[in-house]
């Protein structure tokens, strides 16, 4: 008998580009690229734009990103990552191939955004051809003409292909939601995610509920916890405790359309207990101050606060504690661009107070945040996202505050309020990915107040385009992490938390999350 082959191993990153004609993303068309004779294989076959993972890339993303510049000449200018699917691995024995697939998807940018779109396509020698499809219409028969596993790959990345158009719409919407909104926090993403996931569930029907319908389900649930990476944190924690229910529910002997009865109320009852989040988190807060700051300054009868950006939670601790413990607030908000949502939150503030509080809010610009440190009692910041070794990822300026207050108050307490959904799997800070957000935010403003801003707009959108001098970048990251050596206290729904607490639950969220979504 003749010796079989070793099968060669490739891993490699497919890429599949999409567009949204007026903005709809439920109009998604996807893009497929003939591969020409010269490749060595799949020759003429429709595919996404692939290539194999080189030792020198940093990850399978970079390989994404070379590979589509070399092969369509787009660069970040004129594309933007939509989507990451999970990695799975296929053998083609007809070629002797063992491939894993990395698939993302991209969205390409218009011109009024500016990026090149469709014009900005030139094909590379690999190529034939390119064309566009309703994602749906891909298929994986012979007359289609794709390279083999073309659609499970299509699917990891729109898992809209298997679940009908009604869900379809329910999760497309709500992933461009989830992805759009840069103004609600953590904490309020994580609520909109469980509904998003309800409301998907209730479209699924209850015609058959068996394990293709949990597979589903479950994919579903791992692109609403990607669709934003910097506070998947939050989002992964609601989405799994929802999961735990609906499994309870799935394993149940009951008729499909109680079942999916019983799995929505599940859901509305988690969401309603989610409302009670911030007064568990007030009341520990509330404590901790009298406890921590004011019995141990001598009975202080005014405390002076720093803080930055708006949050729900930090407004209603700050109102509750100075109204419970009957002191001056000295409060001192950091604007927080390029939104200024320091100045929302003084706003929201003034709005709220009835009379009741005894509170003096001053703003600063973030440049002045030693100023505003001066003499602080404490640094009161809100959580995106905790590590497992209690770093925490907040609002960019929460670390200049804390090492602003290390210097000129170096007596204040550093203190975090957040819910516990904000603990991450198990990794150190630098692990974490970190969101950048649109240059212009920053550079739309620069055009009308600053001279020379148009200038930069104009230079800062050539950028990553074409080679030539006198090019800007402009960043507009939205998130930086404090190191846990800078916090001295984690206050959260389920009382003050240790960093020996964080670790515990971040590994009670990474078991879940591997035993929903490891096997899809």
Request: aromatic residues 6%; hydrophobic residues 40%.
């Amino acid at each position: 008998m003749a010796a079989k082959t070793e099968l060669k191993k490739r891993a490699v990153a497919g890429s599949f580009l999409f567009r949204f004609p007026d903005g709809d993303e439920n109009r998604a068309q996807v893009a497929l690229f003939r591969r020409s004779g010269k490749v060595r294989t799949y020759q003429h076959k429709l595919a996404p734009v692939s290539g194999s993972v080189e030792k020198d890339d940093a990850s399978p993303a970079a390989t994404a990103l070379r590979e589509i510049s070399e092969e369509t000449s787009l660069t970040l200018a004129s594309i933007e990552l939509l989507r990451v699917g999970k990695p799975y691995t296929f053998v083609d024995e007809s070629i002797g191939r063992e491939w894993t697939i990395n698939p993302f998807a991209f969205r390409l940018k218009e011109k009024s955004e500016g990026g090149k779109g469709e014009e900005g396509i030139v094909l590379d020698w690999e190529h034939e051809g390119i064309e566009w499809f309703n994602p749906q219409d891909v298929s994986e028969s012979d007359e289609f003409g794709g390279v083999p596993k073309l659609v499970h790959s299509l699917r990891r990345v729109w898992p809209e292909y298997d679940l009908g158009a009604r869900p379809a719409r329910v999760l497309t919407s709500g992933l461009q939601r989830l992805r759009d909104d840069h103004e609600s926090g953590a904490r309020q993403l994580a609520q909109t995610a469980v509904s998003v996931l309800k409301g998907l569930v209730a479209e699924m029907g209850s015609g058959r509920v068996d394990g293709d319908w949990w597979a589903n389900v479950r994919m579903a649930a791992w692109h609403i916890c990607k669709a934003r990476e910097s506070m998947g944190a939050a989002i992964t924690s609601a989405v799994v405790k929802a999961l735990v229910r609906i499994e309870t529910i799935f394993n149940q002997d009951l008729p499909p359309a109680e079942k999916i009865d019983k799995m929505i109320r599940a859901m509305d009852e988690q969401l309603e207990q989610r409302k009670f989040t911030t007064d568990r988190i007030r009341d520990t807060f509330v404590q901790y101050i009298q406890q921590n700051v004011i019995q141990s300054a001598e009975q202080k009868k005014t405390v002076s606060i720093l803080t930055l950006s708006s949050s729900s939670t930090i407004s209603a601790c700050l109102l509750q504690t100075a109204a419970s413990l009957g002191v001056s607030f000295d409060l001192r908000i950091l604007e927080s661009r390029p939104l200024c949502e320091g100045v929302t939150l003084a706003s929201k503030l003034l709005e709220t107070d009835s009379g009741r509080v005894d509170m003096t809010t001053t703003l600063y610009t973030d440049a002045s945040v030693a100023l505003a440190a001066r003499d602080v009692n404490i640094v009161v910041l809100g959580a995106d996202r905790i590590s497992s070794g209690g770093d925490v990822s907040n609002k960019i300026g929460s670390l200049p505050a804390v090492l602003s207050q290390r210097h000129v108050a170096p007596d204040a307490r550093v203190v975090i309020l957040s819910e516990t959904e904000k603990i991450a799997s198990p990794g150190s800070m630098e692990e974490h990915q970190s969101e950048e957000n649109s240059p212009a935010e920053l550079t739309q403003a620069w055009r009308s107040n600053v001279p020379g801003g148009d200038v930069i707009e104009r230079a800062s959108a050539a950028f990553g385009n074409d080679a030539g001098r006198g090019r800007v970048r402009v960043r507009n990251a939205y998130f930086e992490w404090i190191p846990a050596q800078f916090i001295d206290a984690y206050v959260t729904d389920e009382g003050l938390w240790s960093v020996e607490d964080i670790a515990k639950r971040s590994s009670w969220i990474k078991g879940e999350t591997d035993r929903f979504f490891e096997g899809l």
